[in-house]
T-cell receptor, first 113, second 111 residues
Framework: DGGITQSPKYLFRKEGQNVTLSCEQN?????MYWYRQDPGQGLRLIYY???????QKGDIAEGYSVSREKKESFPLTVTSAQKNPTAFYLC????????????FGDGTRLSIL | RKEVEQDPGPFNVPEGATVAFNCTYS??????FFWYRQDCRKEPKLLMS???SGNEDGRFTAQLNRASQYISLLIRDSKLSDSATYLC????????????FGSGTRLSIRP
């Protein structure tokens, strides 16, 4: 089955620790995205990548980093500089190009220990 | 004014009812629009794309009103399983930074 896989489902971060969230897709999509969702809020864009080895900051990139070494993979690192990391993190992908809908993975819930 | 606005609800309607909600957008140059549904603590799932004058998929109808800059979602013969949050998404261009998500409208269907 084609889809987007995020892992882990739940993650706990200690103070001063960096953690990495995995996102893998087998849809052959060019574009991949990371969003953050807080309770009762809309999705906010953290980073996106429209092609391998290239990515751009979204609206709330501070305290996060990404890489896009392979088309299938777009991991997100939440660094210790992100002071309020508790949220629901969603990875998405799309065919790319203009006006294409995004498809989402099932998310990772990150909490502070 | 927010770029994309939705009535947060909740809309609480009986099973079998017809329910409609709107989403307004501020950028008159917006070209494509989508409705997603999001269940509690789950990821958003694409429900419908709304491209030109609107489209229908079974019990769901999406309409686009460019003059008034809103899209609507109509659900007929509502089912208990329709209970979810419905997200409006507006895509203003080819960059991901131009994809704007509404905060969602909560719908609860009661037996």
């Amino acid at each position: 089955d084609g889809g987007i896989t995020q892992s882990p489902k739940y993650l706990f971060r200690k103070e001063g620790q960096n953690v990495t969230l995995s996102c893998e897709q087998n849809l052959n999509h060019d574009a991949m995205y990371w969003y953050r969702q807080d309770p009762g809020q809309g999705l906010r864009l953290i980073y996106y990548s429209q092609i391998v080895n290239d990515f751009q900051k979204g609206d709330i990139a501070e305290g996060y980093s990404v890489s896009r070494e392979k088309k299938e993979s777009f991991p997100l690192t939440v660094t210790s500089a992100q002071k309020n990391p508790t949220a629901f993190y969603l990875c998405a992908s799309s065919i790319g190009g203009d006006y294409q809908p995004q498809h989402f993975g099932d998310g990772t819930r990150l909490s502070i220990l | 004014r927010k770029e994309v606005e939705q009535d947060p609800g909740p809309f609480n309607v009986p099973e079998g009812a017809t329910v409609a909600f709107n989403c307004t957008y501020s950028n008159s140059a917006s070209q494509s629009f989508f409705w997603y549904r999001q269940d509690c603590r789950k990821e958003p799932k694409l429900l419908m794309s709304v491209y030109s004058s609107g489209n229908e998929d079974g019990r769901f109808t999406a309409q686009l009103n460019r003059a008034s800059q809103y899209i609507s979602l109509l659900i007929r013969d509502s089912k208990l399983s329709d209970s979810a949050t419905y997200l409006c998404v507006v895509n203003n261009g080819s960059s991901a930074s131009k994809i704007i998500f509404g905060s969602g409208t909560r719908l609860s269907i009661r037996p």
